[in-house]
T-cell receptor
């Protein structure tokens, strides 16, 4: 399946600091999705990016899709304790939906 | 609207025992998936089903079998459980599949321990 690599694996920030997670692929992606999983919960869809260079915002979250459609990023401005969780990127390979290993975010008040 | 329902939520098995994890969705989705989640490994695709009557192997299919019973239900069977299958299992569904970006909806997960 199509492999997407995520970095970093873990990130610990103070509340109010910014956070970024990166997703990279060796092949061109048709689209990329981002999910959030709260501790003890299940993954929940955040957004999908389709176009080269696309940028989408959801309040303090900014999602980008690279010009070559091989990488993507999620940036959170001024983190809050409610942002705690694991963020996954996911990409399609045919009918399969493959996830990266995720970035676990811990926010200290 | 229940979405994706998984049963059971928790299960403890002895090595060698068999069991079936059940999953049902009420969103009329064509595609369904089974994932396992282990610490530091993310979500790994076990099997998926693009439509009723079809199933395909994902990244880690060994030791598992699946059945797409109808459009709503997709079950995962462990024929002879091993400690390496201790994990959290998630079922998911999406409206369509091939190369298309339709969001996946997840069940609450099944926490399985094999002793």
């Amino acid at each position: 399946g199509q492999q997407v690599m995520q970095i970093p694996q873990y990130q610990h920030v103070q509340e109010g600091e910014d956070f970024t997670t990166y997703c990279n692929s060796s092949t061109t992606l048709s689209n990329i999705q981002w999910y959030k999983q709260r501790p003890g919960g299940h993954p929940v869809f955040l957004i999908q990016l389709v176009k080269s260079g696309e940028v989408k915002k959801q309040k303090r979250l900014t999602f980008q899709f690279g010009e070559a459609k091989k990488n993507s990023s999620l940036h959170i401005t001024a983190t809050q304790t409610t942002d705690v969780g694991t963020y996954f990127c996911a990409a399609r390979s045919g009918y399969a939906l493959n996830f990266g290993k995720g970035t676990s975010l811990l926010v200290t008040p | 609207n229940a979405g994706v329902t998984q049963t059971p939520k928790f299960q403890v098995l002895k090595t060698g025992q068999s069991m079936t994890l059940q999953c049902a969705q009420d969103m009329n989705h064509n595609s369904m998936y089974w994932y396992r989640q282990d610490p530091g490994m993310g979500l790994r695709l076990i099997y998926y089903s693009a439509s009723e009557g079809t199933t395909d192997k994902g990244e880690v299919p060994n030791g598992y079998n699946v059945s797409r019973l109808n459009k709503r239900e997709f079950s995962l069977r462990l024929e002879s459980a091993a400690p390496s299958q201790t994990s959290v299992y998630f079922c998911a569904s999406s409206e369509s599949g091939f190369g298309q970006g339709t969001e996946a909806f997840f069940g609450q997960g099944t926490r399985l321990t094999v002793v």
